[in-house]
């Protein structure tokens, strides 16, 4: 709190002394010191902590406030997956959903540039928190009304512009397990030349991790099903505005056999996991919304079987059930679903 008075001699080397009290907490996290979680989750939303790591001109603690956020939804993720809130684990997950509604209500930029990072590690079963990661939309943008009669979402300006993400796709790809090859270099070639034939019925192995519980059977990797969900996204993009290109379409493109297969070859679980890491992207009009809400909707379209069909509706309508806020491009998604009669 002194360090936080204005002084002339001390605010030049502010950015250190945040630096070290970063650290230290990093060094405390809940995971490590249990019994010193509400405190330090105190600490962390400090008026003269938080609003200074993230108000510096050049973003410089937002790489360290991602750290600690993580932190602490890693902690509490084991309980929340089992849905098992005693009184204590629910109090520290009130005051992290309310340490988010700060960050949503004044720093919207930070949770639109960490939104993958942040649901690595949110478990499915939070809707509400993923909700309020997946509504943060730049201070500067105006959203148009979701509900709008004949709302034409490829004619607004945004669409065509790709948001920030400060998140590493591409270690998440790079570091797939050992027995499984590198996942990023088979991908790369398999987008490029839509070969080799093995690549794709060999795909959903490589989604696959050993269990944390000895003896027991694998199971899905869901960062790296992020990460390869982002991936592709940002690929399909690329290759759709490269006008040289001769993929013109979403529907006929590498990036959309893989999402089809996998669609048609997971088992549901692993589908589940696919179709929320879709979903994940649905969210303030940029390039990715526009995609992802088409390959979605395109997935919808040619679904192999009604299961398909339920899924995908099951995805998009448990995020639309809990209280508000509600991601815009989810709701976008979701009214073309109900309306448009194709």
Request: aromatic share 8%.
């Amino acid at each position: 709190v002194e360090m936080h008075a204005p002084d002339v001699a001390l605010d030049a080397s502010h950015p250190q002394v945040l630096a070290s009290f970063a650290g230290a907490l990093l060094a405390l996290q809940p995971s490590r010191a249990p019994g010193f979680a509400y405190a330090w989750l105190e600490l962390i939303s400090h008026r003269c902590f938080l609003p200074r790591l993230l108000a510096d001109r050049e973003r410089a603690g937002w790489p360290t406030l991602r750290r600690l956020l993580v932190a602490a939804l890693t902690f509490l993720e084991p309980f929340l997956r089992a849905a098992a809130l005693s009184e204590t684990v629910r109090l520290l997950y009130r005051g992290t959903l309310r340490l988010l509604l700060v960050l949503l209500h004044d720093f919207p930029e930070f949770l639109c540039d960490h939104h993958l990072d942040l649901c690595d590690v949110i478990p499915p079963n939070c809707v509400q928190m993923r909700n309020l990661v997946l509504s943060a939309f730049p201070r500067a943008m105006r959203l148009p009304d979701p509900f709008t009669p004949n709302l034409k979402v490829d004619l607004l300006p945004e669409i065509s512009q790709p948001p920030r993400v400060l998140s590493n796709t591409v270690q998440a790809l790079n570091h797939t397990l050992s027995h499984n090859g590198n996942l990023l270099s088979e991908l790369d070639g398999y987008l490029k030349s839509r070969s080799p034939a093995s690549f794709l019925p060999q795909l959903h192995a490589k989604l696959m991790q050993p269990s944390s519980t000895p003896g027991a059977p694998p199971v899905y990797a869901v960062r790296v099903i992020n990460a390869l969900v982002f991936y592709l996204g940002q690929q399909a993009i690329a290759q759709l505005q490269d006008s040289s290109s001769s993929t013109t379409s979403v529907v006929h493109s590498a990036p959309m056999d893989i999402f089809q297969h996998l669609t048609r070859e997971l088992a549901p679980e692993g589908r589940y996991l696919l179709l929320n890491a879709i979903t994940n992207q649905l969210r303030y009009p940029n390039s990715h919304t526009h995609y992802f809400s088409c390959v979605l909707l395109y997935l919808f379209a040619e679904a192999p079987s009604e299961a398909v069909q339920e899924q995908i509706t099951r995805v998009l309508l448990e995020r639309l059930i809990v209280h508000r806020p509600h991601p815009w491009g989810l709701l976008i998604t979701f009214i073309e679903l109900i309306k448009n009669p194709r």
